[in-house]
């Protein structure tokens, strides 16, 4: 089992920015890729962006289109972290934010971080 605990959540004004922080411990190697997820109140969580974390992968990243070219993931395979850096951020951005840790044989959250964007 893989354990994530979030950081980096806040108040923020449309426009700014932010880091999100996710460090994993526990099972770690079984791990293939690492993701972020949001949710808002009363609707479905959704993918926000993806990379893969075996050091052989290249650290193959995704973003859903609302992201894209706003949010950059990133690894750091030492400190088992990974980050969100979003940027431009936008009122339809306010969510919580869940990390994710896909293993081989099953998929983990973090107990999220609230992300809220002020107009």
């Known amino acids: 089992q893989v354990q994530l605990v979030e950081s980096g959540g806040g108040l923020v004004q449309a426009g700014g920015s932010l880091r999100l922080s996710c460090v994993a411990s526990g099972s770690i190697s079984s791990i293939d890729q690492m993701a972020w997820y949001r949710q808002i109140p009363g609707q479905q969580r959704e993918l926000v962006a993806s990379?893969?974390?075996?050091?052989?992968?290249?650290?193959?990243?995704y973003y859903s289109d609302a992201v894209k070219g706003r949010f950059t993931i990133s690894r750091d395979i030492d400190k088992n972290t990974v980050y969100l850096q979003m940027s431009s951020l936008n009122v339809e951005d306010t969510a919580v934010y869940y990390c994710y840790a896909q293993s081989t044989y099953r998929g983990d959250y973090g107990r999220g971080t609230q992300v809220t964007v002020s107009s």
């Open positions: 990379i893969t974390t075996s050091i052989t992968s290249g650290g193959r990243t």
